[in-house]
């Protein structure tokens, strides 16, 4: 056989891309975003290709007002009694977190697990702390306590 021309080459990729925007066009954009992936991940994924079809926020602080407004829904839902008005409206906030770590260019995942890590050393700094005064961390109030993490807080910033 023949090489093939560049604009037969041409022609077949763009052959190939309208055959792949119509499949699209068939199912929905999000149909093959994988069940299976982790939530934080499946739902930046689920954004992502939201935002590809141009349904996102122009910018960050519009994800912030949403944020703002679903972070009131909860309260909401809070002072009621239904357990499933509490579990939908928590997971709309979290999805929204994800929206604004998306639109920061933050990796959402990554950020949580180093807020755990943060938490997890400065709560056993705490308990150190408590330990070295001589005291059982579950018999302090809850004054002393978070007294003891602003110190630790406060001592984490100037390192």
């Given amino acids: 056989g023949s090489v093939p021309q560049t604009h037969e080459i041409k022609a077949t990729w763009e052959r190939l891309k309208a055959e792949d925007r119509r499949?699209?066009?068939?199912?929905?954009?999000?149909?093959d975003v994988p069940t299976a992936l982790p939530a934080l991940q499946r739902?930046?994924?689920?954004?992502?290709?939201a935002a590809s079809a141009g349904f996102d926020w122009a910018s960050w602080d519009g994800v912030v007002g949403k944020l703002a407004e679903e972070l009131g829904e909860v309260c909401e839902a809070a002072r009621g009694d239904d357990?499933?008005?509490?579990?939908?409206?928590?997971g709309?906030?979290?999805?929204?977190?994800?929206n604004l770590a998306r639109h920061l260019g933050v990796n959402a995942e990554n950020a949580l697990r180093r807020a755990?890590?943060?938490?997890?050393?400065?709560?056993?700094?705490?308990?150190?702390?408590?330990?070295?005064?001589?005291?059982?961390?579950?018999d302090c109030e809850?004054?002393?306590?978070?007294?003891v993490w602003d110190e630790v807080k406060a001592r984490s910033r100037g390192a």
Wanted: proline share 0%.
């Fill in 23 to 31: 499949t699209r066009e068939l199912g929905a954009i999000l149909d």
């Fill in 43 to 49: 739902a930046e994924k689920l954004q992502r290709r």
């Fill in 83 to 90: 357990a499933g008005a509490r579990e939908d409206e928590l």
């Fill in 92 to 98: 709309d906030l979290l999805f929204c977190c994800v």
């Fill in 116 to 138: 755990n890590r943060k938490f997890e050393t400065r709560f056993r700094a705490v308990e150190e702390e408590i330990r070295r005064r001589g005291l059982a961390i579950g």
């Fill in 142 to 147: 809850l004054a002393l306590l978070d007294s």
